[in-house]
């Protein structure tokens, strides 16, 4: 591994990092996002090729000095942590460009900061700032947050003097003014104050080319709801250089006609509003290139839509809107419409002069017909018609010889036209919840497919030429009426997925342990009797769910299947689990439940990863006895509705925080019970215990117990355990 220049490990659990990370001498790029690590090892500041380092949301309260030994350290994130000092070593990384530390329950930021002087991206919470933060001569991004909660909630004047500065983000920040003194930032071409309490906003912007105002409060000072309800101050109108403007989710029933004033405009996204018409003053616009209106109530596009003659990209979707007018055809230099999730009926036939659009999404709609003239679309890459009641798909379709992404899915389909073979490019075709009862053959052309959706269709087979789709990666055939999977399913060597649950299958074909890229495997809710042997050869497998079939049986080949994490087996009729279960060792979830097993293993708890096993409905009689180590991650052990009598002392090496032993036949409650340090939530109802022995004082981190109402427990249970509920 030493030849690796990234590692990315982020959301894994971490709690430490290992002293060898410092052989990744070749190391650049380090992301250790979400995780658990409290402490960082010298050993990785001596990395010395590592340009960027993301440490972002775990629990660091200390960064230390050694940091500064990273002379080529580029980008460092050590946002949401516990740093309640601003780390002073940082200021010695004479190479810092991009620095993000919000989040972080720190106080002021240091006047040290000025040695950053190649400093170009910074995130730091609302606090004050030192006035020599206006040396940081290259600083083009400017990030204030107030996620740490700080009581501080005015914009730090301070900021107005960084004479370079190009975007400033201070969303979310609760902050009621903007003091003009922003306007003598000169260079500013990006402002974002969504999410804060503004009354009015500063105008005088020499270069100002983009402003985010959206989820704001505008309204404090009308004194009835009906005036308050969707207002926007009138100075934002005054910003003559405005390119972009984002006004979303601000409660507006309609765009004032102020907005034709903004001549520049080239960007106006007012999604999520109660807009209830596209007004003539929009329509001024004529150099909008992007018009996002999602999320409305607009129930008519105007006929005068086409004076928009530089629009790029529509999005109507979510809205009310019943046609789409002729005119919306002479958007000459429209590349995306989007207007799924309206009562559409018909796709005007004029449709194939937007010879520009690359995107058209018209899913969730009422239209039945697909007009001929669509396929003179030569630079579709994206067609969605999905949740249409269309049945039938013209031969033209074929025609559209960029298409990338089509996706059919949630309508009345029976078949499709032979032409669906000429679409070389095509790598995603999604046909799920339609009527098709066979394949057509051309679709064996399409060698660039990686993603094939037939959920919830009639399919009684798959013709064996399904094994030509070399380059297939993901694919759905789960609720058809499939027995087998053709040999030639073997040959699909790229495929990652395969989900064919909810189907008759009984036996799978020895060719499938080919699939050597096999990710996951999801049989669920078939004929099963056994465990098909090609599975077991599936090394590269992470998730297999068998569950809902008729298996009798586990076989000690599952050693094999070393990386698996998630193995469901339930709902079968398995009565004994192997001990080579034990070489699951990445495994995080085992579910077992309503089987007909008697018997555990030892060796099913030397799964020293494992977060959760369930076991719940079984005829297990005993738990077992030796038990050599403790499991540091188990967060839940059911053995509801089992047989158990006794609970051995060996529970306390299985360390579970949820034990759920619930219908069983156990009399009594150990003491060394309450000695398991992990013990949150006991669950012992419909048992034969009398009552509940003095230790359970001990078990502080004990929140929920559930026993029978007859139980006896001890007297001062509510003095020494406040917290616990039962």
């Known amino acids: 591994l030493k030849s690796v220049e990234k590692l990315n490990l982020a959301e894994n659990g971490i709690r430490k990092i290992p002293a060898k990370i410092s052989d990744l001498e070749n190391l650049k790029i380090l992301i250790l996002v979400m995780n658990k690590i409290n402490k960082l090892p010298k050993s990785i500041f001596k990395i010395k090729n590592l340009e960027e380092l993301n440490l972002e949301a775990n629990r660091l309260s200390k960064i230390p000095d050694e940091i500064s030994n990273l002379c080529n350290l580029k980008k460092l994130n050590i946002s949401y942590n516990n740093l309640k000092e601003f780390p002073k070593s940082l200021f010695d990384i004479a190479t810092l460009e991009e620095l993000d530390i919000v989040g972080n329950p720190y106080g002021e930021i240091p006047k040290e900061i000025s040695k950053l002087i190649n400093l170009k991206e910074l995130s730091i919470n609302l606090n004050k700032i030192p006035a020599e933060i206006k040396k940081l001569i290259n600083l083009k991004k400017l990030n204030i947050s ?239 018609l999905q949740g249409n009641i269309i049945k039938e798909i013209p031969e033209e379709i074929g025609e559209l010889e960029n298409l990338e992404e089509l996706n059919l ?148 080949e599952i050693k094999n299947l070393v990386f698996v994490v998630e193995f469901d087996m339930s709902h079968n009729k398995i009565k004994n689990v192997p001990k080579e279960i034990k070489n699951l060792e990445f495994i995080s979830k085992i579910n077992l439940n309503d089987n007909e097993i008697e018997y555990l293993p030892n060796e099913i708890f030397y799964l020293r990863g494992c977060e959760s096993f369930d076991l719940n409905n079984n005829k297990i009689k005993s738990i077992p006895e030796n038990i050599p180590f403790k499991l540091k991650k188990l967060y839940w052990l059911n053995l509801n509705d089992n047989e158990i009598e006794n609970i051995p002392e060996s529970v306390k090496n299985i360390n579970p925080m949820s034990l759920d032993l619930d219908n069983n036949k156990i009399k009594n409650i150990p003491d060394y019970l309450f000695e398991i340090k992990n013990l949150q939530r006991l669950l012992l109802l419909n048992n034969e215990i009398k009552s509940v022995p003095e230790s359970i004082l001990k078990a502080k981190r004990l929140n929920t117990l559930r026993i029978d109402k007859e139980v006896i427990l001890p007297e001062k249970i509510k003095e020494h355990l406040p917290k616990l509920t039962i």
């Open 146 to 384: 107030n996620r740490s909660n700080s009581d501080f909630d005015k914009l730090p004047k301070e900021i107005f003097n960084i004479k370079n500065l190009e975007e400033l983000d201070i969303n979310d920040n609760d902050i009621s003014e903007i003091p003009n003194e922003i306007c003598k930032l000169n260079n500013l071409k990006k402002l974002d104050l969504s999410g804060n309490n503004l009354k009015t906003i500063p105008y005088k912007f020499k270069n100002l080319k983009s402003l985010i105002i959206s989820f704001n409060d505008f309204n404090y000072r009308f004194s009835s709801f009906e005036d308050r309800f969707g207002k926007l101050p009138k100075e934002i109108f005054k910003i003559k250089t405005l390119e972009e403007l984002d006004i979303n989710l601000n409660g507006l029933k309609d765009i004032p006609k102020e907005i034709s004033a903004l001549k520049n405009l080239k960007i106006l996204d007012a999604h999520e509003n109660e807009i209830g018409c596209i007004s003539g003053f929009v329509l001024e616009l004529t150099n909008l290139k992007e018009l996002i209106l999602n999320n409305n109530k607009i129930s008519e596009i105007p006929y005068r839509i086409d004076g928009l003659i530089n629009l790029e990209k529509l999005n109507l979707s979510c809205n009310k809107i019943k046609d789409l007018p002729d005119t919306i055809c002479n958007l000459k230099n429209l590349k995306e419409l989007k207007c799924d999730e309206n009562i559409i009926k018909e796709i005007p036939e004029d449709i194939e002069k937007l010879s520009s659009l690359e995107i058209l999404d018209l899913s969730y709609n009422a239209i039945e017909y697909i007009p001929k003239s669509i396929g003179k679309l030569k630079n579709l890459k994206k067609l969605n």
């Open 409 to 556: 899915s949630d309508n009345k389909i029976e078949y499709l036209p032979d032409s669906i073979g000429k679409l070389k490019k095509l790598n995603e075709l999604a046909l799920s919840r339609n009527e098709i009862k066979s394949l057509n053959k051309n679709i064996k052309n399409l060698k660039n497919l990686e993603k094939l959706y037939l959920l919830a269709n009639e399919l009684t087979e798959l013709p064996e030429w399904v094994g030509e789709l070399e380059n297939l990666k993901n694919i759905e055939l789960s609720d058809n009426k499939l027995k087998t999977l053709p040999k030639s399913f073997g040959k699909l060597i790229n495929l990652e997925k395969l989900d064919a649950n909810l189907n008759q299958i009984n036996d799978l074909p020895e060719e499938i342990e080919n699939l050597k890229n096999l990710t996951r495997i999801d049989l669920q809710s078939n004929k099963l009797t056994f465990i098909p042997k090609g599975i077991y050869n599936l090394r590269n497998l992470s998730e297999i769910d068998l569950s809902h079939n008729e298996i009798e049986y586990i076989d000690a």
